[in-house]
């Protein structure tokens, strides 16, 4: 009896490592916590480009594409820090039961703690948005190859091609375990 337990746990395991490995190849970001990953895909609304034949890899209509996209994205990320400014005002009656002060500071640092994200990716933003102004955008910063406009499309802040993220993140997942 417990030789099989033991075994169907050990399927089970090599399953989740499959599952595991083959999230990486697919490369859909799966680098750091889930809600990192909720705060970089927010593009609910974009025309994917359709660049047309022979055309130049990060040509004027590509960096306006892409210019465009990320300034959507930062516009749509100060509203949000605003709307949680602004709930944190509204919230800030006095609650006069230490229980639900508690309760009400809770939730404060979670809000916090999500408009730290939300200005450190701000700052990323507008880091991307000085190399599109450079012309220094869409290659990849280790290997110097073409990130390629789908994946730009997907995580428009990205700095590397695939390839060299995903060994990235396997060198960290051997360093942290
Ligand atoms: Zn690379």
């Keep these: 009896m ?28 799966s680098g750091g916590t889930a809600p990192r990953a909720t705060a970089n895909s927010p593009f609910r609304n974009y025309t994917p480009y359709e660049p047309k034949k022979k055309e130049t890899y990060m040509n004027e209509a590509q960096l306006a594409h892409f210019r465009e996209m990320l300034m959507n994205w930062r516009r749509e990320l100060m509203e949000e820090v605003d709307r949680t400014v602004h709930h944190m005002q509204d ?8 229980a639900d002060r508690a309760t009400q500071e809770e ?6 703690r999500t408009r730290d994200r939300e200005r450190k990716l701000i700052k990323k933003i507008d880091q991307t948005i000085d190399r599109l102004d450079q012309e ?42």
């Design 107 to 112: 939730e404060f640092s979670i809000e916090l």
């Design 91 to 98: 919230e800030a009656a006095n609650f006069p039961d230490p």
């Design 2 to 29: 417990a030789t099989k337990a033991k075994a169907k746990t050990a399927s089970k395991k090599a399953a989740t490592k499959k599952a595991a490995s083959k999230k990486t190849s697919t490369a859909k970001k």
């Design 136 to 177: 220094d955008y869409g290659y990849c910063d280790t290997c110097g190859i073409e990130i390629g406009l789908r994946r730009l499309e997907a995580r428009p802040t990205a700095t590397q091609c695939v390839d060299c993220k995903s060994l990235d993140e396997i060198k960290e997942r051997q360093i942290h375990g």
